[in-house]
């Protein structure tokens, strides 16, 4: 109705990430049985899990005091002092990092964290000059993609791919293709990663922290599927943080995106900046998601929770998922799934899929499926030529059984269709 400027033109058209929450926001909404949902990053209702939800909500309406703080006040804009000091104390804790509340600043979910985060750091400046964000591995998660208001934000690198048995894969990233000039301005990186559900390692984070070190830019880590919650990771590995690192950490799998809490690990300038732009943006941050977890978290139980409930229950799915896919597949479709080390997806390369992936997507939608087509996630690498990106698919896992496995068997069935007909 309105010309827009270039923050509305960037900000207020169709996006990847509009598309797919509308899929998700309107599949949930629907309550069509016949919809399969294996599009969103939407998490499992796990009984155990939202009794705990219910009981603490229950146990805040019972105490006038506590709920009218929790509803009643702003809160400052960097979040709640009590939670933060609780965060602070816990990750020191568990990790031995010399952190403080001083270095937490809570935000409307991870999401608006790396809205503020990115384009704070690259973009146009005022010197004429531009500044992008390095992906070192690709595929990457596509909430990224569109959130620069000033142009294209990201540069991303090819990774090295591992072939693994007959079905199988793995992404590593490739350092020697690594290149940091002062046009670089961070590098982000999701652990587990949105969308191959690839944990880079131990030794490839150090490698990339301490690259980030030298050249004086921020290793930004996303750990919305990570540990220490909801820790869906199943590789052997540790969280990190230096002072050279951003680590987010988001409530929402952990069965509470409705509650929109982000958190924020970082240096003290980085958390000033982030406060001062929660400010400026919004006032101050949705109280609900703090007070709900800030007991368990002060006595450990979330991290239990994670531990011992959530992190088993995602790993069993990721492998049953596996399972039915094998099964359904047969031999009849030639495909390769990403090694599973977290998060909520699995990955699917179709390295002979005679269409692409985002005309896949459209056929399965035409059939209830949803899946999110895998060229969103490969956003920032110049190489328009690499066949690979038209030819994966991200199938999460997050949905009622009966749902999902109806959903793999219309994919594998519609795969079959493509080849033999196309
Ligand atoms: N980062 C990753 C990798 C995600 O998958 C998501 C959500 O799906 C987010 C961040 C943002 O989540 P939220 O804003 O709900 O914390």
């Known amino acids: 109705k309105y010309p827009l400027s270039e923050f509305g033109q960037r900000l207020a058209l169709d996006s990847g990430i509009g598309e797919l929450m509308q899929d998700l926001g309107e599949a949930l909404a629907s309550g069509d049985p016949s919809i399969c949902m294996l599009g969103g990053g939407q998490p499992s209702h796990l009984d155990a899990v939202d009794q705990i939800w219910q009981q603490r909500m229950q146990s805040l309406a019972a105490d006038r005091d506590q709920l009218m703080q929790m509803l009643g006040d702003y809160q400052a804009p960097a979040g709640d002092l009590l939670f933060r000091q609780t965060v602070a104390k816990r990750l020191s804790e568990e990790y031995g990092w010399p952190i403080s509340e001083k270095n937490v600043c809570i935000t409307a979910g991870g999401q608006t964290a790396f809205f503020l ?16 964000i390095l992906l070192p591995l690709v595929p990457e998660y596509i909430g990224y993609a569109d959130q620069g208001v000033s142009g294209d934000l990201f540069q991303a690198v090819r990774p090295k791919i591992e072939i693994i048995g007959d079905h199988e894969f793995k992404y590593a990233i490739d350092f020697d293709a690594i290149e940091i000039d002062e046009s670089i301005a961070a590098m982000v990186l999701s652990r587990p990663t949105n969308p191959s559900s690839n944990v880079v390692t131990d030794e490839e984070l150090a490698r990339l922290a301490a690259l980030a070190d030298q050249q004086g830019i921020p290793l930004i880590v996303d750990n919305a599927y990570g540990d220490p919650f909801p820790g869906v990771i199943f590789t ?37 900046a982030l406060t001062s732009m929660n400010a400026i943006t919004a006032l101050a941050n949705n109280n609900v998601g703090q ?132």
């Open 236 to 272: 052997d590995t540790k969280p990190m943080w230096t002072e050279s690192m951003v680590l987010t950490f988001s409530l929402s799998k952990l069965g509470l995106p409705g509650t929109r809490t982000g958190i924020v690990v970082a240096d003290e300038p980085v958390i000033q």
């Open 291 to 422: 007070h709900l977890v800030q007991p368990m978290i002060a006595d450990g139980s979330l991290l239990d929770v994670s531990r011992q409930v959530i992190a088993p229950y995602y790993r069993q799915r990721a492998e049953t998922t596996r399972q039915w896919i094998t099964e359904a597949f047969a031999d009849e479709v030639p495909y390769r799934l990403h090694r599973s080390e977290g998060a909520f997806f699995l990955w699917l390369w179709l390295p002979e899929l005679p269409i692409t992936s985002e005309e896949l997507y459209h056929r399965l939608k035409a059939r209830g499926v949803l899946v999110i087509s895998g060229h969103y996630f490969f956003f920032g690498l110049e190489d328009q030529n690499w066949r690979h990106r038209d030819q994966c698919l991200r199938i999460s896992f997050t949905a009622p059984e009966a749902q999902l496995r109806r959903g793999i068997e219309t994919l594998a069935d519609e795969l079959k269709v493509v080849h033999q007909t196309v």
């Open 117 to 132: 985060l990115l384009n704070a750091l690259a973009g146009q400046f005022a010197d004429g000059t531009r500044k992008r």
